[in-house]
């Protein structure tokens, strides 16, 4: 390793299917990776970049001028990873059955495709893995994740078990439960939010107070740990409406952490800080309840201690 790469980065580690490194200086991301991977053309990085292959603490980071901090981690999937059939980038597989598959996705990974993204989806990925096993498979689409948030999330195998589980969601789920990290130090310990949603022609979604105002959504909270800056929530949803638990907290006069949408004045997490970490229903064939969590994120526990 040169001189150069020593002033970037310490603790380097080579892990099966991963580079791993620890930033040691203020810098680009871009530049990072070209220091990190001398052996490799400057196209080559990009391409890496934006096939989303590179994560940052926990999240998937594309862009090339993305700044980093000292102390972040940086992990490289390797290209022979990317590429191999069992490789999924941003996400990974919780469960898997006939009916169903359970993912803990990261974030910066579409959980379904857009105008302008079609293939790095959570998705399509799975798609492409249920059809190597049978070109006639297919994945269904149950609820959503926002982009920027990370956690649980449920894909069907059928159009039957997906329509069952969106048709009795309400009986079927029995706890679906999020990590907020919030701004602010939120001082009533326990709580709900109750109002009604709309969503502008700019896609933005506003609260009213006026009953029958749009759909009606509820969101309980718990403080989990907080200091002057920020507060750690667990939230519940009651209902599941679209951005529900962004605006509410807005509407609570403590924003998301980086959620700039809905008034957040800072990003000290440098990603949203919105997690689902707990998704519990019975399954939709044989009735058995299940539980599936995923690890609220580092950078969450230590903005809140």
Avoid: C
């Avoid at 680009?28 to 400057?42: D, H, I």
């Avoid at 490789?87 to 059955?97: F, K, T, W």
């Avoid at 799975?126 to 297919?138: A, F, G, I, K, Y």
């Avoid at 006026?210 to 939230?235: M, P, W």
């Amino acid at each position: 390793m040169s001189k150069g790469n020593k002033q970037h980065r310490t603790g380097d580690k080579k892990l099966a299917n991963s580079l791993v490194y620890t930033v040691k200086e203020r810098t680009e991301l871009l530049s990072f990776l070209l220091e990190s991977m001398p052996n490799r053309s400057r196209n080559s990085v990009k391409s890496i970049l934006t096939r989303g292959q590179v994560t940052v603490n926990d999240h998937i980071e594309t862009k090339h001028n993305y700044t980093l901090h000292p102390g972040q981690t940086v992990t490289i999937l390797k290209n022979k990873a990317a590429v191999k059939e069992s490789a999924l980038i941003g996400m990974s597989i919780l469960y898997e059955d006939d009916d169903i598959i359970v993912i803990n996705k990261e974030a910066g990974l579409l959980s379904i495709a857009t105008e302008k993204e079609k293939r790095q989806t959570a998705h399509h990925q799975l798609m492409e893995h249920v059809r190597r096993e049978d070109p006639q498979n297919r994945i269904f689409v149950v609820h959503r994740l926002d982009k920027d948030t990370s956690g649980v999330m449920m894909f069907a195998k059928s159009e039957h078990v997906k329509r069952k589980l969106q048709d009795n969601w309400k009986e079927m789920v029995k706890e679906r439960t999020y990590a907020a990290l919030v701004e602010g130090k939120v001082t009533k310990e326990k709580g709900y939010v109750s109002s009604w949603l709309r969503e502008s022609s700019t896609h933005l979604v506003y609260s009213s107070q006026t009953k029958n105002d749009g759909q009606h959504a509820i969101t309980h909270y718990k403080v989990v740990r907080s200091n002057e800056d920020f507060s750690l929530l667990d939230v519940q949803l009651e209902t599941g409406r679209k951005n529900q638990i962004r605006v509410h907290m807005q509407d609570m006069g403590h924003p998301v952490v980086g959620d700039k949408k809905y008034g957040s004045k800072k990003n000290a997490i440098r990603r949203l800080g919105l997690h689902a970490k707990v998704l519990s229903f019975n399954h939709p064939t044989t009735g058995q309840l299940l539980l599936f969590k995923a690890d609220v994120p580092k950078s969450f526990l230590t903005k809140s201690k």
